[in-house]
């Protein structure tokens, strides 16, 4: 079997990163969410479906995003799905993992 192509570049943001100085910060490129489309990954715990449906609406009234795409792993305990990561790679420009209780 045949392991889909996946991009050979991947960006990681840090939202526990430590906040630079304005000059450090400027000189970073920000996530530009104009346009794109947003995938999340919901853990199967409770209440992410809520938290997932209220930033999804935020995203797109406030930052433009064109679609939002939402998959469910079927279990919090293992990992999401090889199919689905890919899936979710090739359609998406930014994948967000979640979590709720």
Not at 45 to 68: C, I, M, W
Not at 69 to 91: F, G, N, W, Y
């Amino acid at each position: 079997m045949n392991k889909p192509a996946m991009s050979t570049t991947l960006r990681l943001y840090d939202p526990t990163a430590p906040r630079g100085d304005a000059a450090a910060k400027a000189a970073r490129p920000g996530l530009q969410l104009a346009g794109a489309v947003v995938g999340f990954i919901d853990n199967a715990k409770p209440n992410f479906h809520h938290l997932v449906n209220d930033l999804a609406e935020l995203l797109q009234s406030r930052h433009g995003v064109a679609r939002v795409v939402k998959r469910r792993k079927t279990s919090a305990s293992i990992p999401a799905d090889p199919a689905v990561i890919a899936a979710l790679s090739a359609e998406c420009d930014v994948v967000i993992a979640g979590s709720g209780d």
